[in-house]
């Protein structure tokens, strides 16, 4: 069977996350979104919060499981033997960054874990959570940004409806 981690902060899940996640569960058995603290960001939701939202958002997809970690990403898969890494990429600039990380995570996996990069959908490649909040934040229209569910999360965290 093959697993593949989508790893990502996921604040909020957006609708390119989304396609992430579908496109890559129809290539592998399992996918598992995990679900990370990053430190270097502050999040608006919880850790529980983000979970929750990403459950309700893949309930439909039966091969996909939402589960959160604390850590590095390579001892993440070497706990729970994954062996590839999905990463999404909107742009060039984003590509640079990515071939780092994967090729760390290769080299401290001796090259037991690999990246799959899937390129983000055209209609979803303006999209980021930063931007998604910061409309959101001003009670804009965030409807082609996540689903309705997430929206209705952001709008009360911003305090609108």
Known sequence: ?????????????????????KRASAMFDEVI?????????????????????????????P??????FDGLLIDYCKQNQIHIIIRGLRAVTDFEYELQISQ?????SHHEVDTVFLT???E???????????????NGDITPCVSDFVGEELYKKYGYK
């Not at 959570?129 to 959101?136: F, L, M």
């Open 1 to 21: 069977m093959k697993t593949a981690v989508y790893p990502g902060s996921f604040d909020p899940v957006t609708l390119g996350h989304l396609d992430i996640i």
């Open 33 to 61: 979104v995990a679900v990370m603290t990053n430190s270097t960001k502050s999040p608006l939701f919880t850790l529980d919060e983000r979970v929750k939202m990403l459950k309700e958002s893949v309930k439909d997809l």
């Open 63 to 68: 091969n996909v499981k939402i589960e959160s």
């Open 104 to 108: 760390i995570n290769r080299e401290l």
């Open 120 to 122: 983000t959908s055209l």
């Open 124 to 138: 979803y490649s303006y999209l980021s959570s930063s931007v998604v909040k910061e409309i959101a934040s001003y």
